[in-house]
């Protein structure tokens, strides 16, 4: 089986994130997606809503979509969400699976930086999703970002340019949000009053 991990903050998930695991799934011939919404960033402040609030939007968010799962692998484990300790995992977990990363090319261009980087590569591959408006990375692109070329799938289909701090700011605010969020997403945004929404 081909599994994608799409990692993240999800500080809320939105409609890019699920527009990503779409375009990663029929690109690289993906079997399943698993979201993960992150404990503690390494890379970012902490998260404005707590981890309890942030898996259960991402359910919220994949609905009825049978080759999405969210996996709460990080948020059990505590501490910092690294990478390269969640991919070990989730290959103990599926010994007989390949494993692809997904990751936005904004996220990607800095992959020498994360920890242990040449842990993650051993694990699995890396599916490299093109931003609107970014142009296509060459292999040297790729192997300047500490990727490499012969493992990682570039999938160029378009999705959608949302901001997450722009998104949190405007729900802030009170202002609507377009079709940035799944609708049940945005109910439960405001059912718990997260972000300051109090509509």
Same mark, same amino acid.
């Given at each position: ?110 992959? &020498? ?85 109090? &509509?």
């Amino acid at each position: 089986m081909r599994i994608g991990i799409l990692g993240g903050t999800f500080d809320p998930i939105h409609v890019g994130h699920l527009a990503a695991a779409h375009v990663a799934m029929e690109c690289a011939r993906l079997d399943r997606v698993l979201f993960i919404p992150s404990a503690t960033p390494p890379h970012r402040g902490p998260a404005e809503a707590d981890a309890t609030h942030r898996l259960e939007m991402s359910r919220l968010a994949i609905g009825d979509e049978k080759r999405f799962e969210v996996s709460d692998v990080e948020v059990r484990r505590g501490g910092k969400s690294f990478t390269s300790d969640t991919v070990r995992e989730l290959k103990r977990q599926h010994p007989a699976d390949e494993l692809f990363l997904i990751l936005g090319w904004d996220a990607a261009r800095l992959f &020498s930086t994360w920890h242990e980087p040449e842990g993650i590569r051993t694990e699995a591959s890396v599916v490299v999703i093109g931003r609107p408006g970014t142009q296509a990375p060459a292999a040297a692109d790729l192997r300047a970002a500490g990727l490499d070329p012969d493992r990682t799938v570039l999938c160029l289909g378009g999705t959608p340019d949302i901001s997450g701090s722009e998104l949190r700011e405007s729900l802030a605010r009170g202002e609507p949000v377009g079709d940035c969020l799944p609708p049940a997403v945005e109910r439960y945004i405001a059912e718990h009053g997260l972000y300051g929404d109090s &509509s």
